[in-house]
């Protein structure tokens, strides 16, 4: 069997602001709104539904995507003085390395912990 991610929703404080920046980020498309949410087509399999919440539970989201993604979102990153690190914990602009996968975290406009992955 063949599982794949469609959609998600996620919590923000501000859906509009938070679509534009991941479609900047991940060099997605948003259209404006729809009902109540935001919606940000990341390529034909994704869409990341941005939808206001108060308070936001702050959570994890790790993305996959192939090297050259990966340094278009690190050099978006840096371009746009967002901090990143090897870890939740840091923001050192260090990059992870083990099991055939490098990474890095950095923190989205609502406080979410996002994961960038992609294969050495």
Do not use: C
């Not at 993305?63 to 278009?72: G, I, K, S, V």
């Amino acid at each position: 069997m063949t599982i794949a991610l469609d959609h998600m929703s996620i919590p923000t404080t501000d859906n509009v602001a938070t679509a534009e920046f991941y479609a900047q980020l991940f060099a997605g498309r948003y259209e404006g709104t729809r009902r109540d949410y935001a919606p940000v087509i990341v390529n034909d399999g994704l869409t990341l539904n941005f939808e206001h919440a108060d308070p936001v539970e702050v959570r994890h989201y790790a993305y996959r995507m192939t090297p050259d993604e990966w340094q278009n979102v690190k050099d978006r990153l840096s371009a746009a003085a967002i901090p990143y690190g090897d870890s939740t914990r840091t923001s050192d602009g260090s990059i992870y390395e083990r099991g055939g996968l490098k990474g890095f975290f950095f923190k989205d406009p609502n406080g979410h912990s996002v994961e960038i992955i992609t294969h050495e």
